[in-house]
Structures are given as C-alpha cells and as structure tokens.
C-alpha cells in the first residue's frame, strides 16, 4: 500500500514475516541520463542504509534495515509504530516540551559524534515511540566532520522549527542547543558556526 510519495522516493506500507515494513523505493526520474540515473540511485540507497545503521551504532534509534535491493533502489525497514514530534509537541507541556527538545539535541550531537548529517532535521523526520525519539529519512544525509556541514545540519533544525513551530521556536531551538552541548565536546565550535551561517544570511538578504 502507497504511503508517502517523496520528492526522490515511494513509501509503501507493507507486512512481511508477520511484521509491518516500510519500503523505500527510489523511483527512476526520466530526465536523467539512465546510466547516470541508476548510478545515482544506487549510490543514495547504499549511503542511506549505512546512515540508518551507523546512526543506529552511534545511539540514535532508527528503523532497522531487514532487506536493501540495491538493483531495485529499495530498502525494506521497520515500521516503527509512533507520532511524529511535529504532531504531538502541540498538546505537550511546557516542561515535556523542553525535555524532549533536549532529547533531540543530545541524538543530533551523536550524530555528529559519528561524523554523521542528517540533512534535513525537520520535527518530520523525527517520532516518538514508546518514550523513544527515532530519526528516519537520512535520504539527504552524508558523512562529515567538518564543523561547516554540523552547523548547516543545526541551521536546518532551527529553520525547521521557525517555519513548523513559530512560537515554541526559540525556546525548543535553545532546548536543542542544551542537549547539544550535552552529548559533543565540539559543541561550543559548532554553535559559534551557526552563528555565523545565520549572520551570512542575514547579510545576503538584506543586499
């Protein structure tokens, strides 16, 4: 059953083994030069799977991989049955509300530990299930260590949150932010990057 279609990829809601899947199959774009097209499917299916699982390794809970089909472009995973955190934050507490962006910064700062980008933090791509925050879609994802690309990956959030969440912005950013500083001794590098990239913004906009 079709589930979410995706810029780059088709969710299909599955059981298999007596468990529910999903099925991430990244569909052909016609425009491409096929070749070209298949070796990019390819590669992004590849990476994503190692990003799940090394994301996984890093402490981060993330859908677990029970098949990839490198010819077909799909990777077959868990469903995991839960809320995203962009649906429930609206009838939660200030306090849970704070508690849980915590939460967030402390697994984005293990990614980052692990040299991982997730590329689009978005309260989205995040959901909570039996008191566990799962990150899912590292479809943008990479690896990187280098401060520059951890704190793009932290302006997304923070954008994310402006966008989605205009009044808990602030507080869940700076929420996150705590977390952060928790889980990654870059962090006080990281965030002055951050800063920087927001005040890059600014200047280009106001040109």
Known sequence: MLYKKGAEA?????????RKVIV??????????????EKLRYDRTVKEARLLSDARKAGVPTPMIYFIDLEEATIVMDF???????????????REKKD?????????????NAGIIHG?????N???SNSKVYFIDFGLGDYSVAVEDQ???????????????????EAGFAAVLEGYKKATSKSEEVIERLYEIERRGRYHRER
Do not use: W
Request: hydrophobic share 35%; proline share 3%; with cysteine.
């Open 80 to 94: 995991i049955e839960g809320e995203q955190v962009k649906t429930i934050i609206q009838n939660m507490e200030e």
């Open 24 to 37: 991430k199959k990244r569909i052909p774009k016609l425009y491409r030069v096929p070749q070209l097209d």
């Open 10 to 18: 088709y969710l299909y809601k599955e059981e298999c083994c007596g």
């Open 120 to 124: 689009d933090l978005t309260t989205s």
């Open 151 to 169: 704190g793009v990956d932290l302006h997304l959030m923070r954008r994310a949150l402006q966008s989605t969440h205009y009044s808990y912005a």
């Open 126 to 128: 995040m959901l909570l």
């Open 100 to 112: 849980l962006f915590t939460h967030i910064g402390m697994l984005i700062g293990r990614l980052h």
